[in-house]
């Protein structure tokens, strides 16, 4: 990843840049124990130097069910974890001084029983992966086979060997399934070995450390109080209940067990809080003890437990009758077909490819399986940002699930409807109409204490509108469009023509006040051009898709005037706001203001800023950071991303060059768009630096809290700068239209999208790029401005590529 110094030294002309080019290595982890893999992550010695980053690298989940990589025996651990998306406790939050409209409830995600346990006795001798004298070490998160594989060597204090071999994976067949597969072979001597195989429940939840904000908070002990208990052969069930929240849940594990020497299976034992089977086989030379362990999991708000039991039964019965081979192959089927449009191949460069790769496993891991919830900030490996679902879903994922998974992005989206009620009462909370929804959230409330960087950030609900806009436009169901999205779109509509007002002192136009935009380092202020500009777009996607409904389905427009009470009336409001809004611009400086007041705010001082400063929000009183002009994260930059349309190529070149070096990429949000945009510019160098501060996020622990979880804006970031970025996808009208511009050093990069059903996909190589139709009706696209018809007789062209601009 490392390119040539002078040209980078060139680029850095922003903090963060700085910070880039300044690091010795992209990777956190050394690269003799961790070697580039195409397709795999690889440690090849345990590492406790890392624990706390790899028990979240290596973590399995599908999207419903996560598990942190924490070994089978029990220890060492940074921190246990084992999550079911959604499942969540309240804790009413503590205000000192409070306020009306302020949540009343914080939420936070669970960590549930842990059934990874497999706790292994050799004559009665506890082995401890810390103490014990390995002879070989081998941990690997497979990304083709979906699973996390350890293999070890040790030896005994007297001599004696033995090979530990453990798989696990996160069914993504069946999602409510975990399945570990964990094998004792006596290499040399012989042994009575035992392996406890348990399920405990937590007895705390995982606390605040008092500093960071973006670390969970306290839900009080015990948030899960186990209800019932039962074992039945060599199962184990327990029933469960959160204090405050009323969610139910039941888990259960069971077991397959093979030996080749005698085998004994004790009687499972279970208490409240903690069950075990135990298994014992006298293991001479050569001989193995397998266990197939299987692991179930249901909750919900509405079943009582005997019915989640009923569930929990119905998994593992189904699984033992299946047999681990089926699993393994289901789970292994699901993730073939993941690949098969997911997969982006960058020749030329290997731990790019790794990164990419590892980047978009851990996305399949993040949200394959999360029907019916959201997608947390932190998926499903840690309790970073408490489990809570943001924006980052419509703008950081949902743009890639659009094109490689769209059940999920209609999944995700039919999401924000079912949360259409609540959005409603929380608009009326804030003195609005229509609806907002939640800045932050698992059970669709608002849930965040600090206003400025949460329930101010109104534009939300126009992310929301653009993400369901595309999603129709690029994967053609148009049944969304009357189930679901023009009631989002209205009640939207509605909550930003309440929310602004025609000001005077602004020449009449429509101003919208008191709004933070996406950087949280600039808050409640005046006229925040994103949120102004999506808003208009808000606006006027409301009333298109209303019109067309009005035209073409007069029955469905009929159910949304009954759903809504729309007066047509309101279509003329919309209109005329979305036409006379108001978007700053500074005549002087020539270029357009992130804010009314953004350009009169004092000059941070980034020479006086060392490294350790950053993030600012960790090291500074926010009003030290709110008088200053320093921004967290791509604002307007995210802007003319988005929109296009709504500048000129000059305009976009000088709002980069202005917002840009004030910009620290404090949030991990950030890397992708600057370097989405920097390619669009032509700043090729800054481009490919933003792109691998997004690429090894989380690989290079870049922003220092990989141990509480992954950061899922970034992989679906790292994405976007892919296929927005060097391949320069442009898709607004739902034509699709590349510029692509293949990083220097890289021999190919290829890969593929659906749209409307439809499969292209793109090979760029140096001087050319090929488009090949592989799947669904002719397309036509465009390649720089030039027209490219692909069809049933000439499903491929080569196009030449371009002269870029200089910059
Ligand atoms: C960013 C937000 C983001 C949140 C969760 C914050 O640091 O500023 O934009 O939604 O993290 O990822």
């Known amino acids: ?142 990304f083709r086979r979906g699973t996390l594989d350890r293999e070890l060597h040790f030896e005994t204090p007297d001599g004696r060997r033995l090979c530990l071999r453990s798989s696990r994976f996160a069914s993504m067949d069946d999602r409510h399934l975990a399945c570990i597969e964990y094998e004792v072979r006596m290499v040399r001597g012989t042994a009575s070995v035992v392996v406890s195989s348990e399920l405990v429940v937590p007895s705390e939840q995982p606390r605040s450390d008092g500093v960071d904000p973006r670390r969970t908070s306290e839900v009080g002990d015990p948030a899960l109080a186990p209800t019932h208990h039962r074992t039945r052969g060599r199962r184990i069930l327990m029933n ?128 394959g399986r999360c029907e019916g919830h959201g997608v947390p900030a932190k998926g499903l490996t840690g309790l970073g940002y408490q489990g809570h679902y943001f924006w980052d879903t419509e703008i950081h994922v949902v743009p890639f699930l659009t094109y490689v998974l769209p059940h999920t992005a209609r999944s995700l989206l039919d999401l924000r409807h079912r949360q259409l009620p609540l959005a409603r009462l929380r608009a009326r909370e804030v003195g609005e109409r229509g609806a907002l929804f939640p800045w932050r959230t698992i059970n669709g409330e608002e849930s965040s204490a600090y206003y400025a960087a949460s329930t101010a950030q109104y534009h939300i609900d126009a992310d929301v509108v653009y993400a369901a806009d595309r999603y129709v436009a690029l994967t053609g169901d148009v049944e969304f469009l009357s189930h679901g999205f023009v009631e989002i779109a209205v009640e939207t509509a509605r909550m930003w023509a309440g929310l602004g007002f025609y000001s005077p002192r602004k020449g009449g136009r429509f101003c919208i006040n008191g709004v933070t935009g996406p950087d949280e380092y600039n808050t409640v202020v005046n006229n925040n051009a994103y949120t102004n500009l999506m808003a208009r777009e808000n606006l006027r996607i409301a009333v298109r898709l209303v019109d067309s409904l009005r035209v073409r389905a007069p029955e469905a427009f009929d159910r949304l005037v009954g759903a809504t009470g729309l007066d047509v009336a309101e279509l003329e409001e919309w209109t005329r706001a979305a036409d006379r809004m108001y978007v700053p611009w500074d005549e002087e400086a020539g270029v357009h203001l992130q804010d009314d007041d953004f350009l009169d705010r004092e000059l941070w001082d980034f020479d006086g800023s060392p490294k350790s400063a950053y993030p600012l929000l960790l090291h500074f009183h926010p009003l030290v950071i709110y008088r200053h002009q320093v921004v967290k994260q791509a604002d307007l930059v995210l802007a003319t991303f988005l929109l296009p349309d709504a500048f000129d190529r000059e305009e976009k070149r000088r709002i980069f060059d202005y917002y840009d070096p004030l910009t620290t990429g ?103 790029t090929i488009y090949r139709l592989l799947e669904g009706e002719a397309l036509e696209i465009r390649h720089d401005d030039e027209r490219v018809v692909l069809d049933a007789r000439n499903p491929s062209r080569v196009v030449a590529a371009s002269a870029r601009k200089p910059k």
């Open 240 to 367: 469960l209940e959160t204090r405050s929240s009323h969610l139910r849940m039941a888990c259960a594990m069971d077991h397959v067990v093979e030996a080749d020497g005698p085998l004994e299976v004790e009687e499972a034992e279970c208490a409240r809080d903690r069950g075990r089977v135990v298994f014992h086989a006298d293991l001479a030379e050569g001989q193995r003890l397998r266990i197939v362990k299987l692991l179930a999991y249901h909750y919900s708000a509405e079943a009582d437990a005997g019915e989640l039991r009923f569930r929990t039964h119905r998994t593992l019965d189904r699984a033992l009758r299946h047999g681990v081979e089926v699993l393994r192959g289901r789970h292994r089927a699901r993730i073939d077909a993941y690949w098969r449009l997911a997969d982006v191949e960058v020749v030329g460069d290997a731990e790019v490819q790794q990164a990419l790769r590892f980047n978009l496993y851990q996305l399949l891991q993040a949200c």
């Open 1 to 142: 990843m490392t390119r040539d110094p002078a040209r980078r030294d060139e680029a850095c002309g922003c903090p963060r840049l700085r910070a880039i080019v300044s690091r010795e290595r992209r990777q956190l982890l050394p690269e003799r124990e961790y070697p580039a893999d195409p397709w795999r992550l690889v440690e090849r010695r345990s590492m406790p130097a890392y624990r706390p980053q790899t028990e979240t690298l290596f973590s399995t989940a599908n999207g419903y069910l996560g598990i942190r990589a924490t070994p089978e025996e029990g220890a060492p651990v940074h921190e246990r974890g084992t999550y079911l998306n959604g499942f969540h406790e309240t804790w009413p939050i503590p205000y000192a001084e409070e306020a009306h409209g302020f949540p009343r409830l914080g939420q936070t995600m669970l960590a549930v029983p842990d059934g990874t346990l497999l706790k292994l006795y050799v004559d009665d001798e506890p082995f401890e992966l810390a103490n014990a004298r390995l002879l070989a070490f081998e941990r690997v998160l497979d």
């Open 666 to 768: 404090d949030s991990s949000l950030s890397g992708c768009i600057q370097s989405i945009m920097a390619a669009e510019l032509g700043y090729r160098e800054q481009a490919y630096l933003y792109f691998t501060d997004a690429l090894v996020m989380d690989l290079g622990d870049i922003g220092g809290n990989v141990r509480d979880g992954l950061h899922v804006a970034a992989l679906g970031g790292t994405w976007m700068a892919v296929v927005h970025g060097f391949a320069g996808l442009r898709d607004r009208d739902g034509v699709l239209r590349f510029r692509p511009d293949l990083p220097d050093g890289w021999d190919r990069l290829r890969f593929r999208l659906a749209p409307k059903g439809g499969v292209l996909e793109v090979e760029m190589q140096p001087g050319q």
